[in-house]
């Protein structure tokens, strides 16, 4: 079976969380956070989130904190997804450079700040479960 690796960053800006707000023109949006596969040229697993978070919002992070693991088994390849806590350092959209920029067909790709409340939180409908209940359950805290 193969297993690929994926990292995804929930990202503390100040009094706001920042995600990315997934559509096509005339469909419905989503929420997400910012991530993506971790490459063979990857230096492990912060190397791969650091360059994700880069070309996907053009950000520097602070110190990085896994919190959470989800697998998903499939019936080729097993899916693990690894969520991290970090900090925006500073952010510049002219510094996104993921291939998903250059492709017409990806429809919106945004990054939203979200309120570090619970109630702005669950309204975006994150998924996986595992993920929107822990933020449920920690986002308070991280407003402290």
């Known amino acids: 079976m193969k297993i690929r690796r994926n990292v995804r ?3 503390l800006d100040g009094d706001h969380l920042v ?18 596969g971790v490459e063979p040229d990857d ?3 912060e190397a791969a989130l650091r360059r994700e978070v880069m070309e996907e919002i053009g950000a520097t992070i602070g110190p990085v904190t896994e919190f959470l693991t989800v697998t998903d088994p499939g019936e080729r ?3 693990v997804q690894h969520y991290f806590l970090a900090s925006v350092l500073d952010m510049n959209l002219d510094r996104r450079s ?19 409340e ?3 939180v669950t309204d975006l409908e994150l998924q996986p479960t595992e993920l929107a209940n822990y933020l449920r359950d920690h986002v308070r805290s991280w407003g402290a």
Do not use: C, H, N
Not at 23 to 32: I, R
Not at 98 to 116: C, N, Q, W, Y
């Open 77 to 79: 390849v097993t899916v």
């Open 19 to 36: 995600f990315l707000r997934r559509g096509w023109p005339g469909g419905p949006s989503y929420y997400e956070t910012v991530g993506g």
């Open 43 to 45: 230096a492990g697993l």
């Open 118 to 120: 619970v109630s702005a």
């Open 98 to 116: 993921g291939p998903e920029m250059s492709d017409p067909d990806i429809g919106d790709f945004s990054p939203v700040r979200v309120a570090l």
């Open 9 to 11: 960053a929930v990202l």
